[in-house]
């Protein structure tokens, strides 16, 4: 990093890291054989798996820390449904478990780090609260 770069924040890097997620998942719906399962497979995972790169934009953007989680918590749905179509790729030995299984582990580490972050955010707004 030279003089004067700024320093990525941990909320850059995880969007990085969500970015390049939904960019395998992108190459990976390419690679779903063409047959009538594997058409419907990448037509559900292309949209849930690029889904959290705007909503987690959304969520650095968001209004109030409720839109935060809310934002948050779509994120963690759609990696969630992500996860669940690999899983099926899988079962269903439409691709190889070794050509999937890092970005199955992205996924899950992905959701990992969303969910802490919506129970992080919660426990904030709580303690913000003023006792009655």
Sequence with gaps: MS???ERPTPADELSERILDCAARIGKLVDAIPDTRLGRHI??????CGTSPVANYEEARSAESRRDFVHKLGICLKELRESRGWIRL?????SLSIKKLQPLLDECEQLMKI????????KRA????KPNR
């Design 114 to 121: 969303i969910g802490r972050s919506i129970v992080t955010a």
């Design 42 to 47: 990448a037509g559900q995972i292309v949209r």
């Design 89 to 93: 790729l899988i079962r269903t030995e």
């Design 125 to 128: 707004g709580l303690k913000e």
């Design 3 to 5: 003089k004067g770069e």
